[in-house]
């Protein structure tokens, strides 16, 4: 079973706890991440792919056989049993497969390759500041071993790409089809040393394929509760959030961090962040702005937490389901907005976000989250008391929020002492085409 995130967090959380006990103020535990900050990754070193060397020999077998059989003879000659055999249409099967797994393992690597655009919106810098860039060592890679086996992966692909165009790969793959069923050992599989090595290592092949296809190991979810909590303490004071009031005291038994009267300020908005349990945090807003009128402009977010695949969501696209009724659920119990965050790469949609330390950037998704719950805007009051901001739809006002019945996006009109007419959007969603 693959471990390496459950364990990550696990000892993450771990290390946290031994450096700063079991009680704690924010002060502390904001300045611990920010001198912390690089542990919340993955270093690109951890990459364990021994079975890439396997594969390069067995290709460079696949290419003796084809090329004895001579790859491109006339294809009508195909039809003849002399090249038309069942061990041959196995080593084009087998061919499917290897491609198969290097085209996974591949995009993997890929979404672990280091590139410009995670670190212009990590930054927020605009991408034509190339500026910035200067003696910055971006692209470069601290681990000389992912460089050695991306090399390997993408040359074994190109490989296999050069045997896919040749005419004994192309006319045997038109015929019957083959499948894992078909695999049997024949005379020839039996008997030659080549085919023989071939069928070999399709049966550690589907060992390989098992262990990509396994389910990772569960994350706990105090670990993963205390990481995505650090990261959204130290988002809140980079995006100029600071302390309001006395400062808090954190409660770390049981590896847990659990803190109460935890509030952080910006201009008019006051934000009072509740850790209940190991998988649920609240933002409680209030929006201090002054206004004429006497209603509380107060917006309930909801965070909920997914930290991992497990027996009952075996699947991202599950994940993505289960993640949208529980925003529905969290939304039809009174909350004005909700959000899920969870570690599983491909999980994201309109409120998931991913946070793993394998998947970046996560501080600016985490941004644009706690932005998009405090988008304020000047607005005409009387047209928009009609007609929703964002889509135009028709609005429904219930307790002074408005909801639109085409997008579903939640908003309030209020006026400021200055005259000014503002709408603070609390939920910004479009549930067009769903």
């Not at 790969?169 to 071939?198: Q, R, S, T």
């Not at 850790?275 to 006497?294: A, G, M, V």
């Not at 019945?405 to 609390?426: A, F, G, H, N, P």
């Amino acid at each position: 079973m693959n471990n390496q995130l459950a364990n990550y967090f696990k000892n993450f959380n771990e290390q946290l706890t031994d450096d700063l006990g079991s009680r704690f103020d924010y002060l502390t535990l904001l300045n611990y991440g920010k001198k912390k900050k690089s542990s919340l990754l993955i270093d690109d070193s951890v990459l364990d792919l021994p079975w890439v060397n396997e594969v390069e020999a067995i290709i460079e077998k696949i290419k003796t056989i084809v090329n004895n059989v001579n790859p491109n003879i006339d294809p009508e000659y195909f039809s003849s049993s002399v090249y038309n055999t069942f061990e041959d249409r196995y080593i084009v099967f087998l061919i499917d497969q290897i491609a198969s797994l290097l085209a996974v393992t591949s995009s993997n690597l890929a979404a672990s390759t280091k590139r410009l655009s995670d670190y212009y919106i990590a930054h927020h810098i605009p991408f034509n500041d190339v500026a910035r860039l200067k003696d910055v060592n971006i692209l470069s890679s601290s681990s000389k071993t992912f460089i050695k086996e991306e090399r390997k992966i993408l040359q074994a692909r190109e490989a296999l790409g050069n045997l896919m165009e040749t005419n004994y790969y192309n006319c045997l793959k038109n015929e019957v089809a083959f499948n894992e069923e078909c695999v049997c050992i024949n005379g020839v599989i039996a008997n030659d040393p080549l085919y023989g090595e071939c069928y070999d290592f399709y049966k550690r092949l589907e060992e390989i394929k098992t262990i990509h296809q396994d389910i990772p190991e569960p994350i706990r979810d105090l670990d993963y509760h205390n990481y995505v909590l650090l990261n959204l303490l130290l988002t809140l004071d980079n995006s100029g959030f600071s302390l309001s009031g006395n400062s808090p005291e954190f409660d770390n038994k049981d590896y847990l961090i659990r803190v109460k009267n935890l509030k952080l300020t910006r201009n008019n908005f006051l934000i009072n962040i509740v850790t209940e349990n190991d998988d649920h945090i609240d933002l409680i807003i209030e929006n201090n702005d002054e206004s004429k009128e006497k209603f509380k402009k107060v917006s309930k977010i909801s965070i909920d937490l997914l930290p991992s695949l497990s027996k009952e969501i075996t699947s991202k696209e599950e994940a993505i389901s289960y993640s949208n009724k529980k925003v529905a659920s969290r939304i039809n119990k009174g909350y004005d907005n909700g959000f899920v965050i969870t570690s599983i790469k491909g999980a994201q949609d309109n409120n998931v976000i991913v946070s793993s330390p394998l998947v970046n950037p996560f501080d600016a998704n985490l941004k644009n989250m706690i932005e998009n719950v405090l988008l304020v805007l000047p607005a005409n009051q009387f047209t928009y008391s009609h007609f929703c901001p964002v889509c135009g739809g028709h609005v429904d006002n219930v307790n002074n929020n408005y909801r639109c019945s085409v997008c579903d996006s939640v908003y309030m009109l209020y006026t400021r002492k200055d005259q000014k007419e503002i709408v603070w959007v609390k939920r910004l969603k479009n549930l067009e085409g769903k």
